[in-house]
């Protein structure tokens, strides 16, 4: 078993949940897609690969998965949720266009100082955060 099917299924223990043959799927097939995705996209992913699977599925595990500090959610906009798996991945930040929906990951050390200057001043420990920054990319502008 992996780190991330250790994880995931010692937290579904303690929410006396199983994980069954369809976590398993989504489970495995997050962690194989190395890109944002949404929970349609990943529906068509699990189907692609022959196995059956209902969209509530999808969005109940991937609500899990979230809860489980597995995978992180992202709100786009306009209604559109994005994911992507956290383990194996460098934490960064985001560059959201706003017409064409794109996500730009960027990692920038100074940002990530300020931030920690912000939470000594204010005596606050930080446990995770996420800085999505929202504009026009450079071929919608």
Do not use: W
């Amino acid at each position: 078993m992996t780190k991330e099917h250790d994880i995931f299924k010692s937290f579904l223990a303690e929410k006396r949940l199983k994980l069954t043959p369809q976590r398993r799927a989504i489970l495995d097939t997050v962690f194989e897609t190395h890109r944002h995705f949404d929970a349609d996209e990943l529906v068509e992913i699990i189907r692609h690969k022959e196995k059956r699977i209902s969209r509530a599925t999808v969005y109940r595990t991937l609500d899990l998965l979230v809860k489980a500090g597995l995978v992180t959610a992202m709100e786009l906009g306009e209604a559109r949720k994005v994911y992507e798996h956290v383990i194996g991945h460098k934490h960064h930040d985001h560059l959201i266009c706003m017409k064409c929906g794109r996500a730009i990951e960027f990692d920038d050390g100074f940002i990530e100082l300020l931030q920690q200057k912000v939470c000594d001043r204010l005596n606050f420990e930080a446990q995770t955060h996420s800085l999505r920054i929202f504009g026009r990319c450079e071929s919608c502008r």
